[in-house]
């Protein structure tokens, strides 16, 4: 059901480290600087960008801004190789960060090499809607690179963007205002209208951590396509992103159709995006998705745990499969919270869509996760080819509404043991609403604790597993409750059932008497 997948982060501590590598420095002033200097100290820097160009850098060398000041230049370079411990570094000296102006084009763009860091920097463009049609930092077909300490904004394109290469870091990055999303990773290859293609999964090792992607709107140069996401990896053989949050994306997508979402992978194998919080994430107005989480288009054996995602315009966690992709098969979805999600569409907190002309979607566990819905449904399945889809363990609690548990073509997937309630019909002494597609449903009010009316769900997603909300109460009917299922499998907080006792429904174990 469930294959562990790890990587391997060592290169991103190597990377990191590489900013103290020994070899020559180079220092760059606009304030005091001269391009007629050898910019090999602080008191004898260069003063544009430009003059980088004309530099031989050699494993260990070190670009360095200056703290503090503006560079309305861009950085612009070719094949950087450096070595493991002698990574070419870009950065910024003095306290602070030193701010790239890069005006309608990208700031810092590496094209070709190996064992590059870019780190600690402010980069900034005119503006989405101002004619920019770059990203802050660009890196195509650079191996061992990592891109740490970031702010990106204003942006045509990504805050940052990867196309190609392999063994990617990117972490503690703030990409906002940005147009076509904030962090976007893709296999690269023959563009196709303007977008990267991911045919192949053929970019390998990527690590995203510790980043915030908010109001990254859309990009008006994107008018067949989606933009205006926040966190997306497409093309990608085995990738993590975790302790990333993704808010506010996506309202300003210039066309109809289909559309971004907070976090998404495509394309790809061996993913796992887990301890991430995906909220108030949106769509233009006649745009699909806009959805938190999302395993789209010929994703297989990725694993989507422990996260949250609240208030989206789109459904909290979708599942699907878009005429053209390669196989979609072997993904699992647990633990993982959903509150009031798929406002506009999908209307659930797990929404499953197939292309009518794609290849059926495989198998997918979806359990222990919690659903708290008053837009549509618990789960909703549109018309398409499920072959092997099954819920267990879920609790599905609907809190406003005449609504029912499970919408669409559900028929063909397999839902056991799972709890459903409405508080609509409780408050109403209504008979609850049908959940017969459940031989094994449990029909009771779950008791959870859930945050008052108005309340935004504002937190550090760095201590997201200590949250107080979505907990059951004790004496709650799920606890206990669940089926056994291999693993054992950790709960929203990292804890395991007692050895002998049988699993909570939901994404919480009940707490134990003390």
């Not at 700031?107 to 005119?126: F, M």
């Not at 991911?198 to 396509?225: Q, R, W």
């Not at 995006?273 to 233009?284: A, E, G, L, M, V």
């Not at 992709?325 to 009031?340: G, H, V």
């Amino acid at each position: 059901m469930y294959m562990r997948i790890s990587i391997s982060f060592l290169f991103v501590l190597l990377l990191l480290a590489g900013c103290s590598s020994s070899g020559h420095r180079y220092y760059f002033s606009p304030a005091t600087g001269d391009d007629r200097n050898d910019g090999l100290s602080e008191q004898n820097p260069f003063r544009t960008l430009s003059r980088a160009r004309t530099l031989y850098l050699k494993p260990g060398d070190a670009i360095l801004l200056a703290a503090g000041e503006v560079f309305n230049d861009s950085l612009i370079l070719e094949n950087l190789n450096g070595r493991p411990g002698k990574e070419i570094a870009i950065s910024s000296y003095g306290g602070g960060r030193a701010i790239i102006m890069a005006d309608k084009g990208t700031a810092i763009k590496i094209k070709g090499g190996s064992h590059v860091v870019v780190k600690n920097i402010r980069v900034e463009g005119a503006g989405r809607l101002k004619g920019n049609a770059g990203s802050g930092v660009d890196l195509h077909e650079v191996h061992y690179a990592a891109v740490d300490s970031l702010e990106a904004e204003g942006f045509g394109w990504c805050g940052v963007r990867v196309t190609g290469g392999s063994h990617i870091s990117i972490t503690h990055v703030y990409a906002h205002d940005n147009g076509f999303a904030g962090i976007n990773v893709e296999s690269g290859g023959r563009d196709c209208a303007g977008l990267p293609c991911s045919g192949t999964k053929s970019v390998y090792d990527v690590y995203i951590g510790y980043c915030t992607a908010e109001n990254n709107p859309g990009s008006p140069m994107v008018l067949n396509n989606h933009s205006g996401n926040g966190i997306l990896l497409g093309g990608v053989t085995r990738g993590v992103i975790e302790y990333c949050e993704a808010m506010n994306n996506g309202w300003d997508m210039p066309r109809e159709g289909n559309g971004p979402v907070g976090i998404w992978t495509y394309m790809s194998d061996s993913i796992v995006i887990q301890y991430c919080y995906s909220h108030h994430n949106k769509t233009s107005p006649t745009g699909a998705d806009g959805g938190g989480f999302d395993l789209d288009g010929g994703v297989t054996n990725s694993v989507v745990r422990w996260n949250l995602s609240a208030f989206n315009e789109g459904g909290g966690y979708g599942l699907f499969q878009y005429a053209g992709a390669t196989e979609w098969n072997n993904n699992t979805i647990y633990c993982n919270i959903s509150y009031l999600d798929g406002k506009k569409n999908g209307k659930a907190g797990v929404f499953v869509w197939c292309d009518p002309y794609a290849i059926p979607m495989g198998t997918a566990y979806v359990f222990n996760n919690t659903v708290i819905n008053d837009a549509g449904y618990g789960c909703n399945f549109q018309p398409g080819s499920y072959r092997g889809m099954l819920f267990y363990n879920n609790i599905f609690l609907m809190i406003s509404g005449e609504k029912r548990m499970a919408g669409g073509d559900s028929l063909t997937s397999t839902f056991r043991h799972n709890l459903y309630w409405s508080q609509w019909h409780q408050s109403r002494n209504l008979r609850q609403p049908d959940a017969s597609f459940d031989r094994e449903a449990l029909i009771a009010d779950p008791l959870l604790n859930l945050p008052s009316q108005g309340d935004s769900l504002k937190m550090d997603v760095r201590f997201l597993k200590d949250i107080a909300w979505f907990r059951p109460a004790p004496g709650s009917p799920v606890c206990n409750a669940g089926v056994n299922l291999p693993g054992p499998f950790p709960d929203f907080t990292g804890s395991v059932p007692a050895i002998g006792t049988k699993p909570s429904l939901g994404a919480f174990l009940c707490k134990t008497k003390e």
